[in-house]
Each structure stands twice: as C-alpha cells, then as structure tokens.
C-alpha cells in the first residue's frame, strides 16, 4: 500500500478486568475475565476523550474483556467487528513464555519485553500480528485495535512495518516506550506512507 496509504490507527487497551474466578490453566481462567465497575467507568472515560469517530475498522482481542471494551468504545456488535487471536497471547511455547515473563516482570513497556526478548517470541509477536492485521487497513480509513500490554503496542507497530509504511526511528521509540495504562490509547496519523504524528490520549 505503501505511499497511497492515508488513515489512522489507533491501539488501545482493555479496562480494568475481574480477577480469574478459578484456578487452572492459564488461557482457560484468563480469556472469561470480564470489566469489573471501574474497567467499565475508564472505558467510559477514553471513549468520551476519543470523540465520535466513526471508525471504518473495528479489531478486538479474544479475551472477553478486551472485546467488552471494543463493544463499549464502538457502540458496536461483535458481528460488526474482527475478533483475532493474533492479537492475545499466542498458544504453545511462545505463549508459555510470555506468561512466564508477565510473572517475572509485570507490567511494564513493550520496548522493555524486547529488551528482555531472549527467545525472540515478542519480535515475532509483532511479524505475526502485523501481517494478520495489515488487509484490514483501509485507505483513508481510521482502524482501532483493542487489546493487551505490550501486544497492543507491538500489533501496531508491526502492522506499520507490514504495509511497509515509513516510520520515524523517535516515533517507533515513542510506540514502543509507552506502557499502557488500563482503558489507555494511543494513535498513529499516516500521510502519504509515512507516520506524522504519534498522539496518546489522556
């Protein structure tokens, strides 16, 4: 798409969630996890600083909470919008390192998880991710993902380096260097191929 490509896209992540109501696998008891009153509450409050954009592409996370987000935000059914796995922690061996490493590190920014990415699983989270979720960038369209942290960050990223789009070594830094907070959101402005601006919201 490359140099035609005008639109925005826009990460953000999931509100506060309940904990996990039982014990047991990590995937089974995370993915029900629903907004408790106060993820609902933030939600509430990013969807009114995000305005009413009418967003021509809606793609949420498998897990119920991210996608209660997205319903939230978007005023929309799930049948109107993209629900992807790509965009949760992967299955198998990745995935069980990555749940490793959110016991070893918590929260903390995407840039600080590849600085830390000895198996290279994050690197190839953000390949992945990018590749699956780049056919769904419309030109002169305006694109919002709902998701984790750092998967968000790493989506998007990664969907900008798919659709072979310029971005600036300071703004890939500024992507990478943000740890979203919960009900958190950021967006990137595409001219002509080339990220011009990098704005978060509140």
């Not at 922690?89 to 990745?94: H, L, N």
């Amino acid at each position: 798409m490359g140099r035609d490509l005008y639109c925005t896209i826009t990460g953000m992540r999931h509100g506060n969630a309940a904990p996990p109501a039982s014990e047991g696998d990590f995937r089974t008891v995370d993915l029900p996890r629903p907004l408790t009153e106060l993820g609902v509450s933030q939600v509430d409050r990013r969807r009114k600083l995000l305005g009413e954009r009418r967003y021509s592409t809606v793609i949420s996370s498998i897990a119920a909470r991210a996608r209660e987000t997205a319903r939230l935000v978007t005023k929309r059914g799930e049948d109107c919008m993209h629900i992807l796995p790509c965009l949760y922690t992967p299955e198998g061996p990745d995935g069980d390192i990555m749940e490793r490493d959110y016991q070893r590190y918590g929260s903390k920014s995407p840039s600080y998880y590849l600085g830390h990415d000895f198996d290279g699983v994050y690197s190839k989270f953000m390949r992945v991710a990018g590749a699956e979720i780049a056919p769904f960038v419309m030109p002169e369209g305006d694109l919002i993902m709902f998701g984790h942290t750092p998967f968000t960050n790493l989506a998007v990223l990664g969907t900008l380096r798919a659709l072979t789009v310029e971005v600036a070594r300071h703004i890939a830094d500024a992507i990478l260097g943000f740890e979203l907070p919960e009900a958190g959101a950021f967006t990137v402005y595409v001219k002509e191929g080339e990220v011009v601006e990098f704005a978060i919201h509140g």
